[in-house]
T-cell receptor, first 114, second 114 residues
């Protein structure tokens, strides 16, 4: 059974550009969350979607947006990229709330902004 | 404001001995706590969780202890194995105030020496 898949795995963008990151959750999982992990720190919550509705947003600027599709896959969009957006972007899925049984994370997309 | 802190960036233990990883938190609304393990180039993998109504949860070699009065939790790995070498993240959620989003600590690099 496929785990959480993210694409692309690596990406290099220039400051000011736009980027779209994609995530396919585990089959049957309806909740998708996005996290940003900067080198040397723990993952930081960006968004959560459940049944295609936004259920939570972290402390990130409006340049960050996301959506969830009818098949529960998700996209994370970042506009006007800054050098500080360079990070590992992780997608996590769960059947319902992952607070007790844990979210399943993908391997992430490594974004480098130059 | 770092609500979840892992004060030890690294820990080194001998194979077969006990590994104890510590985590402190400040938000009294946290009601679920989780531990994740992360290998390089992979996403975090869920290990074990505990609800705030419990003080101990055990799963095989892994045991998590929660001391609510001290706002402290720890992960014990017994016996430690070289394959346990990874970065360990403590995470917490506050369902009532923040939904099921996870707040992570900075991580502790565990090295188990053969």
């Amino acid at each position: 059974d496929a785990g959480v898949t993210q694409s692309p795995t690596h990406l290099i963008k220039t400051r000011g550009q736009h980027v779209t990151l994609r995530c396919s959750p585990i089959s049957g999982h309806k909740s998708v969350s996005w996290y940003q992990q900067v080198l040397g720190q723990g993952p930081q919550f960006i968004f959560q979607y459940y049944e295609k509705e936004e259920r939570g947003r972290g402390n990130f600027p409006d340049r960050f947006s996301a959506r969830q599709f009818p098949n529960y896959s998700s996209e994370l969009n970042v506009n006007a990229l800054l050098l500080g957006d360079s990070a590992l972007y992780l997608c996590a899925s769960s059947f319902g709330g992952g607070y007790l049984y844990g979210y399943t994370f993908g391997s992430g997309t490594r974004l480098t902004v130059v | 404001d770092q609500q979840v802190k892992q004060n030890s960036p690294s820990l080194s233990v001998q194979e077969g001995r006990i590994s104890i990883l510590n985590c402190d938190y400040t938000n009294s609304m946290f009601d679920y706590f989780l531990w994740y393990k992360k290998y390089p180039a992979e996403g975090p993998t869920f290990l074990i969780s505990i609800s705030s109504i419990k003080d101990k949860n055990e799963d095989g070699r892994f045991t998590v202890f929660l001391n609510k009065s001290a706002k402290h939790l720890s992960l014990h790995i017994v016996p430690s194995q070289p394959g346990d070498s990874a970065v360990y993240f403590c995470a917490a959620s506050a369902l009532e105030t923040s939904g099921s989003r996870l707040t992570f600590g900075e991580g502790t690099q565990l090295t188990v020496n053969p």
